[in-house]
């Protein structure tokens, strides 16, 4: 019986130290992740957040492709087709999104979560040496920019169609969601107060940016998008001035690449390039790779086909036209046709064309005369060199060398020519405020022609 | 009642020392209420461990003191006790088997008659040797208020049960699985960790229903608790026992699809209509110069696709000679077959007991390359060290491999062979699988040639456990236990499959090792006082702990397509290793009281600490309280002829939920991501420190009745189970507005409620010398509905265009919510929907309104198994219902389509619409190749009521009867022939009613289907032997 009793207190006295030895058990963190109030510790750490935020713009439904994807399906007007099996894509193609489209939703989704993340950095720019932190600053202020000017385009009307200061464009955000109390329902500006906002961060990117930065932004993508949203809102001197600023920091920095061809399907910046997507086979996504290429090459089924229409506006002998490829009885891109190659966002050339069109319509020649802008390029595609030039060459010249880059719709918007036989300022060439953000924000309004 | 005879085989035999010289030798005879022999009763001599065991034919023999008592049981009869002399005939009385039986209940057990919960029993007898991998396959339809479905008909994979009713959104709705007193794993890497089980072993399976059941078990008893007792030796002779099983598997369906003259017809008429389309309402953006033109040019699109399809120009055959008529759906499927071999042994004496198994298991998915197969072995050791102390070992050691199948979603899974043009051959003249661009899409079959994805899992369940006996009704249990899975998925995609056709092959490798310790100790202290107050007390402390570690490595570049590991791949392009961990301090307790044998008191309840919670909210108290009245214990009723057994009782308690929504949810983190081969910093959650134990209120009231002799017994319970408020309600990943930069935060953030009503009778209809007809059937009615949801909105939706599962406040959980298909216009043949007016009509997708529109959780579902036998036949069928849901087929707008795109359609869109006036619900055939119109979204079109009654499980056996065992010397003899799934009554015209497409299947997203395969059909003959 004492036996007994002993064995009795002694199991007692063991199960409760290890009660005791329990507690200190469920602290268990997450090895994976550390706590946000680490995140912005120190200059390293907030250095690692901003390249998060690169990460976040080369997202498939960014500038990993899907922006470029929708800049030439929207406004296909006969000149390709798309074939794949993705009603997804179709109904871009097709401009008939249904609100529930995930990869409109992706669109928007992303976009905000990337400008969330430059905000971040923004917001703890001051722990950053002071050596680097213009530098930090400006590719922060790029991302949001850019991508705030992307979303604008994407779901608000032209700048150029009514009246762009009462007309809905996106939601702003300048500030980052660190906690759920951050978490609000905005309501959407307009699209005068976007562009506002997008050239502001462009434009104070641009001067804290240094003219080469590896493949992170520089100044030169910086003038670049500016130039964009200058030529988009109809600011043609705006545009030209970028543009000129551009080549200006470009110079000893960038240069057009020999042969058009060599231009694409690049596994390293080319010298050409001023930003492009990082994809290799250890990291990254190419969107346009996937749709416009075929299965031999690792692509879909080449579901983005090009057709007639779009051929026939080269002139023969004309290196651009070279770079297509037959597959199945139907033309293919050849920009996009290799597998983990970089995305295109913005090549030198299309300075040249942004400065060309907007001298042109000026009548200036600043830089250099529109004329040697566009032989430029077409020399380098061994196309026969133009003796003088018009708006109109410009524009064809805009549309060969850029083609299958994403500039289609928002070029036929701001020229405003129809698109699909519809007019550019059509209802269904705008996208649909995703159902899933309606649902989530009671204060946004959806876009006409979704309701 | 005959399984249990043949489960008493053992018997308990001692030698026994005869030092005492007066002794009288008994011989005798054991039989039953009628007569008949009970081969192997025990006979002891009371107060001594003197015994023996009666032969197969009732007669036994035993030197006994003079004027002993002997102690006569027999399992399935009520013990008794008589004075010895010379000759003896005993007669036992069957005991009432569902009131006297023994229940296992956490941390204890209890006699079923005593129990003041909502326990259901099955006995592993009812389950074994049905042909399937997973015992939840064989439980379903057997016990009310458990819900079991299969996702697909993918062998060893996906199954959902909800045991009353879901009450978590984002957190897991599955019950706690424990094996022998230790909870287990039921996360892996793919396929089902439970199907790793062979349940052949199982005794029972006690499924915990309520609060008062459940809340030892506190923080996991929120959504049921599933005990598996595993077998145990008996003392007395060895048995052994193999079994044999070999069947075939196929569909339980096949749905139908167009022929190639149906293909080539209907295609045409889609093209020339879309013609017609572009150029009169599409805004003729191609600028054809008349209608004629445009359909031209749609013809000549439509040609040069057929020339495609059918190969013309690639090895195939000219589609306009119509010869290729490929039925894609049948090459979905292989020739199916199981084998199932087993062998088990059991015994002991006095001291040491055992049960020892073997089985292996090989079971072809009807899918073609899908496959199962399990090697299991066990050994269930128990030893008494002194009369205080007892140790055992139950040991399980396990290997399954599995040929698994993409999920239904992806190209490269079976079914989605069937969008395939029935014009394309499958092979090229020479002899080549076809694959794009001749197949519409990527050929699947192609996987069975060049890919392969194999995933083995080595598991090793086993618990340690030492019990001492303190005082008189006192012990102190201490348990250990160890559940270790590991699984290896190793995938390879050669040069022409499409995962790895870019990159000359594609391996990833990847790994999970899953370890789970717990450790139980508990008192437990019974005692009568008075012979009046029975107590029964528990109290305990348990700790648990699961450590993830995974790992995961892809290579590209292979040298060849034979060599397929990753050490042939000449680049590593991923690799990546991580670990989760999650670990429950918990302490517990109760207590059981019974008043004069007829009033039941009892208390539980479990203090549990997580650690996946912040660090304020990380403990949670979860108690029950339960009562009980033993009515036909009452003088009034105690007399009554009719009513045997009357028990009512009611239970409430508070009950948690932790799992399921991640180790972390609460942390506010950043994550890695990298971008150009630099590591970043990216935004992972935002912190929610007020986290905490979802917890769920339940109210539950029985009662049991027994008629007849306890012949006809009844069971009915009525629950309530409602989430708490104040912050404690159902855990939700709630979407926050992208531009937040955030998609959702995990907050507890709303109620729902379960009402339900279970119903079970237990019945022995008839019963003769030879034959016997016993039914068990049961029914259950639950009634989900989401109460309040705090934040923005009252109404989640979630409609992608496939599917529309949402979650509303007074609607169940993912409710059907969208747009109702109104038809087809007569004027232009164009689909129609209602506007949110539910009248105005509108061809605008995007204009119509959205409505809840159905429920993908069954209201009603329940089984019954009637049992016959004619002396050694036996007969048993057990059909299973499930009804008043409906499925929405994800896939419509692919396969049902009205030619939509190139997906080869399914036969009920012959019925299109033609010429105006016409009346259909199948709207004019028009390919979208110009993207000039909508293409179908989801909407009630797509969605049907998929109610159904199956023939689920029919087994007819044969014993081979005593006389002629004992001329061969065999203990027993069955032949036997089971069949699962015979018969489906339905009107889903999908593949199968019973479905919830894999690749999105979560708490909300129910009632789906998309490309799932039907569920399998089998039958097998086996054979058990006994010895």
Known sequence: MIMNFNKFCLSIIASSSLLLACNKQLDLPNPQAIGNDLAFSTDANVKQVLVSAYNAVSDGSLYGGDIQIFGDLMASSGELNWTGTFNTYREVFGNSMLTTNPIIRDLWGDGYYAINVANSVIANINKVNAADRNRVKGEALFIRGAILFELTRFYGKAFNDGTPTQNLGVVIRTTPVSGFSDVDFPKRNTVAECYSQVIADLTEAESLLPNKNGVYANKVAAATILARVYLQSGNFSGARDAANRGITAANGNFSLVSTYSSAFNNATYTTEDVFAIVVSDQDGVNNCHTFYSIPQYGGRDGDIVILDGHMNLYPNGDARKALFYSFSGDWRSGKWRDQYRNVKVIRLAELYLIRAECNVRLSQTVGDTPLNDVNRLRTRASAPVLSAVTLADVLLERRLELAHEGFRVHDAKRLNLNVNGRSAFDNRLTFPIPFRELNSNPNLVQNAGYN | ?1027
């Open chain 2, 1 to 1027: 009642m005959r399984k249990k005879v043949y489960l008493s085989l053992c018997a308990l035999v001692f030698l026994t020392l005869s030092t005492i010289a007066q002794t009288v030798t008994v011989t005798g005879k054991v039989v039953d209420e009628k007569s008949l022999a009970v081969p192997a009763a025990t006979i002891l001599e009371k107060g001594t461990k003197n015994a023996v065991s009666a032969g197969a034919d009732g007669s036994f023999t035993i030197k006994v003191k003079t004027g002993a008592i002997l102690v006569i049981s027999s399992v399935g009869f009520e013990t008794q006790q008589v004075k010895a002399s010379a000759n003896l005939s005993v007669k036992l009385n069957p005991e009432d088997v569902s009131l006297a039986e023994v229940v296992v209940t956490g941390f204890g057990q209890t006699v079923k008659k005593d129990v003041t919960s909502s326990i259901t029993r099955i006995k592993g007898a009812e389950v074994a040797n049905t042909p399937v991998p997973n015992f939840l396959q064989g439980v379903q339809g057997r016990a009310a208020g458990v819900f079991v479905e299969s996702q697909n008909g993918k062998v060893g994979e996906g199954i959902k049960v909800r045991i009353r009713g879901a009450s978590s959104v984002s957190a897991s709705n599955s019950p706690l699985y424990v094996v022998d007193g230790i909870p287990i794993n039921t996360a892996s890497l793919s396929g089902n960790a439970l199907a790793d089980i062979n349940f052949n072993d199982v005794e029972s399976f006690e499924i915990l229903k309520d609060a008062a059941a459940t809340a030892i078990y506190g923080s996991r008893g929120g959504n049921g608790v599933v005990l598996i007792t595993t077998k145990k030796g008996k003392a007395g002779k060895a048995k052994f026992s193999i079994n044999l099983q070999q069947g075939t598997n196929n569909p339980t369906n096949k749905r139908g699809f167009l022929n190639s003259t149906e293909y080539l017809q209907f295609f045409r008429e889609a093209a020339e209509n879309a013609g017609r389309y572009h150029f009169n309402r599409g805004g003729n953006w191609l600028g054809f110069a008349n209608e004629a033109a445009a359909v031209a040019y749609m013809t000549g699109v439509i040609n040069s696709r057929f020339n495609r399809y059918s190969g013309l120009n690639t090895g195939g055959a000219d589609w306009k000679a119509d010869t290729v008529n490929t039925n894609w759906e049948d090459l979905a499927f292989q020739d199916a077959k199981t084998t199932i071999a087993e062998v088990s042994a059991s015994g002991g004496n006095d001291k040491t007991k055992f049960f020892i198994s073997g089985s292996y298991n090989d079971q072809d998915g009807i899918l073609f390359y899908n496959k199962f197969k399990r090697y299991a072995g066990r050994v269930n050791l128990e030893q008494e060290l002194s009369s205080r102390l007892k140790v055992g070992v139950n040991l399980t050691v396990s290997r399954t491999e599995a040929r698994r199948v993409a999920g239904d979603n992806e190209f490269t899974t079976p079914m989605q062979i069937v969008a395939l043009a029935p014009i394309t051959p499958v092979r090229n003249n020479a002899g080549v699988l076809f694959d794009r661009p001749t197949a519409t899409y990527y050929n699947p079959l192609i996987e069975t040639e060049n890919a392969s994805y194999t995933s083995t899992t080595f598991r090793n369940i086993s618990t340690a456990f030492a019990q001492l006996n303190i005082l008189k009704g006192l012990n102190f249990r201490t348990e250990f236990g160890l559940d270790v899975l590991t699984q290896n998925d190793k995938e390879f995609y050669g040069r022409r499959t499409l995962n790895g056709q870019g990159t000359n092959g594609l391996g990833v490798s990847t790994w999970l090792r899953s370890v789970r310790y717990t450790t139980n100790n508990y008192f437990n202290y019974n005692t009568t006082i008075k012979s009046k107050h029975d107590i029964d007390a528990t109290v305990g402390m348990s700790f648990e702990k699961l450590a993830n570690d995974q790992s995961s490595v892809e290579g590209q570049q292979f040298a060849n397509d034979d060599l397929r590991n990753i050490a042939n791949a000449a680049t590593i392009t991923a690799g990546s290793s991580s670990l989760s961990e999650l670990a429950i301090a918990s302490y517990f307790g109760r207590v059981n009281y019974k008043f004069n044998k007829k009033y039941l008191l009892g208390l539980s309840g479990r203090f549990d600490g997580s650690s996946v919670f912040g660090e304020n909210k990380r403990y949670g108290f979860f108690p029950s309280a339960s009562i009980g009245w033993i009515v036909s214990e009452e003088k009034f009723l105690r007399e009554n002829k009719v009513i045997d057994f009357l028990k009512v009782r009611a239970s409430y308690g508070s009950l948690g939920n932790q799992q399921g929504f991640g180790n972390y949810a609460w942390r506010g983190v950043y994550g890695t991501s990298r971008y150009a081969g630099v590591a970043g910093l990216a935004p992972g959650s935002l912190q929610n420190d007020v986290l905490t134990w979802e917890t769920t209120n339940q109210f539950d009231l029985g009662f049991e009745i027994g008629v007849l002799n306890n012949r006809i017994v009844f069971e009915f319970d009525y629950y309530h189970k409602k989430s708490a408020g104040d912050g404690k309600g159902f855990i939700y990943n709630y979407p926050l507005p992208l531009t937040s930069g955030f998609s959702t935060i995990t907050r507890n953030i709303g109620e729902i409620e379960n009402k339900g009503v279970e119903f079970s009778i237990n019945s022995t209809n008839i019963k003769t010398r030879n034959f016997t007809w016993n039914t068990s059937f049961n029914l259950s009615l639950n009634k989900n509905k989401v109460l309040k949801i705090d934040g923005q909105q009252d109404t989640l939706s979630f409609n992608d265009g496939r599917f529309m599962n949402a979650l509303i406040v007074g609607k169940p959980i993912g409710v059907h919510y969208g747009p109702i298909y109104a038809g087809v216009d007569p004027a232009n043949g164009d689909p129609l929907y209602y506007e949110q007016d539910g009248k105005t009509t509108t061809n605008d997708y995007n204009a119509a309104g959205s409505f809840v529109v159905g429920d993908p959780n069954p209201k009603w579902f329940g089984g019954i198994t009637n049992t016959f036998s004619y002396k050694g036949f036996e007969l048993s069928v057990l059909f299973q219902g499930v009804f008043d849901y409906e499925v929405v087929n994800g896939a419509g707008g692919f396969m049902s389509a009205r030619g939509d795109w190139f997906d080869n359609q399914t036969r009920d869109q012959l019925q299109r619409w033609k010429k105006p006036g016409d009346i259909t619900n199948v709207p004019e055939a028009r390919l979208n190749w110009l993207g000039d119109f909508q293409s179908p979204g989801v909407s009630t079109q797509y969605m049907e009521d998929a109610s159904y009654i199956r023939l689920k499980q029919l087994t007819f056996s044969y014993n081979l009867p005593n006389k002629l065992l004992s001329k061969l010397k065999l203990g027993s003899v069955r032949a036997y022939v089971t069949g699962v799934n015979l018969f489906t009554w339905t009107s889903y015209t999908g593949w199968d009613p019973e479905v919830n497409t894999d690749y999105r299947a979560s708490n909300i997203n129910q009632g789906a289907d998309f490309y799932a395969a039907p569920q399998i059909k089998s039958v097998t003959f086996g054979l058990n032997i006994g010895f």
